[in-house]
């Protein structure tokens, strides 16, 4: 008899886990692991640009 | 000011410079396939005369100074450099981490057997496994190595698949 996982177990990870992310990176080679932390770093640093930017209107 | 961490161009001075070292921390974990972030470069250097010489030339390349709360501009030392302390460093490519000794007292030839060469697009560059990356972060034991042990191990599993689990 085959038993079926609920389907919470099966559509949600543990806690801290994503697999698919895991399993992306792992297709990556090592550049392109690396050019993908430095686009988020990038990404990061243009965010906080724009945050500390002056809203248009205010001073 | 803090520049916006460039991980391959800092990594570019160290190679010029042929500074023996090893990538670890979550850049190290990256390049390992774990899908983390981090701001700042960690390694591990040799600490032998000539190492610490030349990689003494590549922190005054990146114009290194300490990350210091008062803002003093303090630079490291190449005496320092010979000890197993961790020096904390902003340069002109973002923070990098200087390590003498990581996990329980693990020097730059203690972590080798565990550290691969890989190729960054024709820059080759030595970084620790994600096993070894693991143990020093469970030796280390404080909360920030903690936090990212179960995306470490799952991605360990997940890049060793015939390991019989």
């Given at each position: ?59 | ?43 591990v250097h040799a600490r ?118």
């Amino acid at each position: 008899m085959q038993i079926l996982a609920p389907a919470a177990t099966v559509l949600r990870p543990p806690p801290g886990e994503d697999e698919t992310l895991v399993r992306w990176m792992l297709s990556l080679s090592p550049a392109e692991r690396l050019q993908a932390l430095q686009g988020f770093v990038d990404s990061v640093s243009e965010l906080r640009r724009d945050q500390s930017a002056p809203l248009p209107g205010r001073p | 000011m803090i520049n916006p961490p460039r991980f391959r161009d800092a990594l570019e001075v160290f190679a010029r410079h042929d500074v023996e070292l090893i990538v670890v921390g979550g850049v190290a974990a990256v390049l390992g396939g774990a899908p983390m972030a981090t701001f700042d470069l960690d390694v591990v250097h040799a600490r032998t005369a000539d190492n610490l010489e030349r990689l003494g030339r590549a922190l005054a390349e990146l114009d290194a100074r300490y990350r210091d709360p008062a803002g003093r501009l303090l630079r490291p030392a190449a005496a320092d450099l010979a000890g197993p302390g961790h020096h904390l460093l902003l340069t002109r490519c973002g923070p990098v981490d200087v390590l003498g000794a990581i996990g329980r007292g693990r020097r730059y030839e203690d972590l080798l057997d565990d550290a691969a060469t890989i190729e960054l697009g024709g820059l080759s560059v030595r970084v620790l496994g994600l096993a070894a990356l693991i143990r020093t972060k469970e030796e280390a034991g404080r909360d920030k190595d903690r936090a990212v042990l179960d995306l470490l191990r799952q991605a360990l599993r997940a890049s060793t698949p015939d390991r019989g689990e």
